[in-house]
């Protein structure tokens, strides 16, 4: 059996990616969750949410940190499995990246220690800054990495030019390489699909966040341990869960419009809708795509038409108006899409009842529910990394979307065989975008190997997270004094003063 290169690297970089992507989630959710608990502490002065915060932290740094290690690999795919796809992207990855490094993780950089170490040796005051800096600064990275991926959905600001050799157009087996180059930045920012997408993947993250953050606090409530710390903290992550719960809901709503709008053959493998027209919501069933039909599936009628137009009988583009070859593979992004708004749904219910029965006082005492808060974090996990295996694989089969051709009028094109037709041109094929110099043989070796280096972080990340979980909050206590800006302007004007050779001071 001939091993596929492509599909090999695209298995080895959504393994890279997947990990990955459980921290960041993690860190911007709870981020939030340790402004909320600092802002209380200084706000009524009880000493124990400054005891939820201190715990919460040494929990996000173990996430930080596997972040940033598992992070690191994914740009060696670029350079090795993606080369043509590198040197067709690279003049926007690297203006959005670089921004990144400017405006985010130097943000992170320099408050991350504060956070972190700094609770003995700051006033709360600046510490709460460190942590308001911090959440800024994880906020900040996912713009400029959703800025990156929305341009590869619906590309703008930028323009695609020959690749030069000496003067000359580059010529590889008889087609000439191109890239992309920016001639707006501020266009490419705000690329068509950047301002729903980037919403929805902060809702995302807070939804995640706040159930890890209730799981845990659930977990110490169901055995007696830590209950004051573990209620403060349960409050505040439901309150969190609640209303990033709800705004995915509408958020996701008018995504997936924009999606329709710029890219219809995604949304109709979404919903499985092969035949335009007047378009059911399906519930349920199971795509045949080599029969360009759905079987046993369970709808309701005119729904999607509804969602889409606002009118029931509106006709909504489906696969059929679309070449085979440029269709999107169904199944994976309709059973995703599927499993992301079902736990959606189901996260909206849970969150709406535990906020009745907490503020009914009763919360606690459902110990059922509090079980099913300690599980709820896998769930919301797998409905984040759905609704991205959706958007990729709905992508298909680009890697960077070329545009749909339009009429004067912007309604799209038809080709001369009858069906839309992109513009070849604006955009790369997945196909066309491997590295040639790489075998597949060399991708299944790296793809077991970083197989095997992610369980191992994976299992690490697990026992340091059950260690700190079981040690738990720890007691305040309090320096004899905290240090301020008067003792770093005093510090350097002693050094500014020293005498020549005096080595009394270091």
């Known amino acids: 059996m001939e091993l596929d290169v492509i599909l090999l690297s695209r298995l080895q970089f959504a ?72 040197r067709f992207v690279g003049d926007v990855f690297g203006s959005a990246l670089a921004a990144e490094g400017i405006f985010a993780f130097f943000l992170e950089s320099v408050f991350l220690a504060v956070l972190v170490f700094g609770w003995d040796r700051v006033s709360p005051r600046f510490h709460f800054v460190a942590t308001i800096m911090v959440a800024l600064g994880s906020i900040f990275s996912s713009i400029w990495i959703v800025v990156a991926n929305s341009w590869q959905h619906t590309p703008a600001g930028s323009h695609i030019v020959p690749i030069l050799r000496d003067g000359e157009p580059w010529i590889i087996d008889g087609v000439t390489q191109t890239r992309a180059e920016i001639v707006d930045f501020w266009a490419l920012i705000f690329n068509p699909s950047f301002g729903h ?81 007047p378009a059911a919501l399906s519930l349920l069933g199971w795509p045949d795509q080599a029969a360009q039909r759905m079987r046993f599936d369970l709808a309701v ?13 509106e006709p909504v583009v489906g696969l059929d108006q679309f070449r085979l070859e440029d269709q999107p593979p169904v199944l994976v992004p309709y059973f995703s899409y599927r499993l992301m708004v079902a736990v959606g749904m189901g996260l909206i219910a849970l969150t709406l009842l535990a906020s009745w029965l907490r503020w009914r006082g009763v919360l606690y005492e459902r110990r059922w529910l509090l079980w099913v808060f300690v599980l709820a974090i ?73 197989g095997a280096i992610y369980v191992l972080l994976g299992g690490v990340w697990l026992y340091v997270l059950n260690y700190k979980i079981q040690t738990g909050p720890e007691p305040i206590t309090r ?19 020293k005498p020549p050779g005096d080595a009394s001071e270091s």
């Open 15 to 86: 393994l890279t990616i997947m990990f990955h992507y459980i921290f960041p989630p993690l860190t911007i959710g709870m981020a939030i969750v340790l402004v909320y608990l600092e802002g209380m502490y200084l706000w009524t002065r009880q000493e124990i949410y400054e005891v939820a915060a201190k715990f919460w932290v040494k929990i996000f740094a173990i996430n930080f940190a596997l972040g940033v290690a598992s992070g690191i690999v994914m740009e060696f795919q670029f350079g090795t499995n993606w080369a043509t796809y590198s």
């Open 378 to 450: 896998l769930p919301a996990m797998f409905a984040n990394h759905a609704g991205w295996v959706a958007a990729e694989v709905g992508r298909q089969p680009w890697v960077v979307q070329s545009p749909v051709q339009r009429n004067d009028d912007g309604t799209l094109a038809v080709g001369a065989e009858g069906v839309f037709v992109y513009d070849e041109g604006q955009g790369l094929r997945t196909a066309d975008a491997v590295s040639p110099a790489v075998s597949a043989g060399q991708v299944l070796g790296s793809l077991v190997t970083f």
């Open 301 to 313: 009628p005119g729904g999607l038409s509804f969602l889409v137009h606002e009118r029931f009988d």
């Open 197 to 277: 997408r980037i919403v929805h993947v902060w809702i995302g993250c807070f939804i995640v966040g706040a159930f890890f953050v209730l799981s845990i606090s659930a977990w110490y409530l169901l055995r007696g341990k830590h209950v004051e710390f573990a209620q403060r903290s349960f409050t505040g992550a439901l309150m969190l869960a609640t209303v990033a719960s709800l705004a995915a809901l509408v958020s996701g709503h008018f995504q997936a419009k924009t999606v329709y709008q710029y890219q219809p053959a995604k949304l109709a493998a979404f919903e499985g809708h092969f035949d335009t027209g």
């Open 479 to 497: 320096p004899a004094r905290y240090l301020g800006w008067r003792d770093l302007f005093s510090f350097l004007r002693r050094k500014e003063h």
